[in-house]
C-alpha cells in the first residue's frame, strides 16, 4: 500500500505512525489530522504532502486531493504515488493528455509499479487508443498476474483493438482466475457483451447473479443480453428477478423492452 511504501522516506514518526494506523483503520479525518502535523513539522516532506493527498482522496476531496499530489511533485519529483494519484484523478476528468504524461513518468520511476501501468491503461482508454491502452495493461497483467481487473480490461482493450483472439484468451483466463467473484462475471460479462459474443455474456452474468442472487445489475444486464440473442421467456425471467429487487422500478419500463420480442 502507498503508505507503507512511503514510511521509510518520511522524517516525522510520530504523526506518520498515527495517521497510517488511522488509515488502515478507515478513520480518513484522523488520518487526514495526523499527516496534517507531519506536514507542519516538516513542509518540504513529499511524501507527508502525498500522505495528506491520499487522505483527501479518500474523504471525496478530489480538488484538494490534486493540489496535494502536484505539491508533493513540486517538493520531490522522484517518488512516483504522486504522479500515479495525479494522473488516476486527471483521467477521471478526462484530462487524457495529461494524466498519460504523469501515469508515464511514475512507470519510468519504478517500472515495476503495476497500479501505474494499469492507470495508464485507463488513460488511453479514455482517449480511445486501445492498442497502447492493451500494452499498458498488459505491463500490468506480467506485474500483477492475479488481478482479474487488470485481464478483463487487458481483454477489451485487445478486442476494441481488433485482436479478438487475443481478448478471448485473456478473458478465458479471467474466468479461470476468479470464478467466485459476482464482479468479476458481471465485468466479464460485459466484455462479451461488448465483442458480441452474447452466449458468453448470459452465462457470464448468470454465475454473477447466482453468486449474488441480489445483485441488481447482474440481472439487468442478462434481461437485456437475453433480450439481444431473441430469448423472451428468459429475459423475462430476468426482468421479473430485477422488479422483485427493485420495487421502485417502473414496469413500463421493462413492458417496453420486452414488447420487443413481440414484434
Known amino acids: 500500500m502507498h503508505v507503507i511504501l512511503l514510511l521509510f522516506l518520511l522524517g516525522v514518526p510520530g504523526p506518520i505512525d498515527r495517521g497510517q494506523a488511522a488509515f488502515e483503520r478507515g478513520d480518513y479525518k484522523a488520518a487526514l489530522s495526523a499527516f496534517e502535523d507531519a506536514v507542519k513539522a516538516e513542509p518540504k516532506n513529499g511524501g507527508a504532502v502525498y500522505l495528506r493527498g491520499l487522505a483527501k482522496e479518500r474523504l471525496g476531496d478530489r480538488p484538494g486531493a490534486e493540489a ?119 465485468n466479464l460479462g460485459l466484455v462479451h457483451a461488448e465483442l458480441g459474443d452474447l452466449d458468453e455474456a448470459a452465462s457470464a452474468y448468470r454465475r454473477a447473479a447466482a453468486l449474488k442472487p441480489d445483485y441488481k445489475k447482474a440481472w439487468l444486464s442478462l434481461g437485456k443480453v437475453e433480450l439481444r440473442r431473441g430469448k423472451c421467456t428468459e429475459a423475462r425471467a430476468a426482468f421479473d428477478k430485477l422488479l422483485a429487487l427493485s420495487p421502485r422500478l417502473d414496469k413500463k419500463d421493462v413492458d417496453a423492452q420486452l414488447a420487443r420480442c413481440k414484434r
Not at 513540486?74 to 517518488?79: I, R
Not at 480511445?128 to 480490461?153: C, V
Not at 481478448?167 to 482466475?177: G, I, P, T, W
Open 68 to 186: 496535494d499530489y502536484r505539491k508533493a511533485i513540486a517538493v520531490d519529483a522522484k517518488l512516483p504515488q504522486p504522479h500515479n494519484n495525479l494522473g488516476a484523478l486527471l483521467a477521471e476528468r478526462g484530462v487524457f493528455a495529461e494524466a498519460r504524461a504523469a501515469l508515464e513518468v511514475a512507470t519510468r520511476l519504478d517500472p515495476r509499479y503495476a497500479e501505474a501501468w494499469f492507470n495508464l491503461g485507463l488513460a488511453f482508454d479514455g482517449d480511445k487508443k486501445p492498442r497502447e491502452a492493451a500494452a499498458a495493461y498488459r505491463k500490468a497483467r506480467d506485474l500483477s498476474p492475479k488481478d482479474p481487473d487488470t485481464r478483463i480490461n487487458l481483454g477489451a482493450a485487445l478486442a476494441r483493438a481488433g485482436d479478438k483472439k487475443a481478448a478471448a484468451a485473456e478473458l478465458a483466463d479471467v474466468a479461470r482466475l476468479a470464478p467466485r467473484d459476482p464482479l468479476v462475471q458481471l
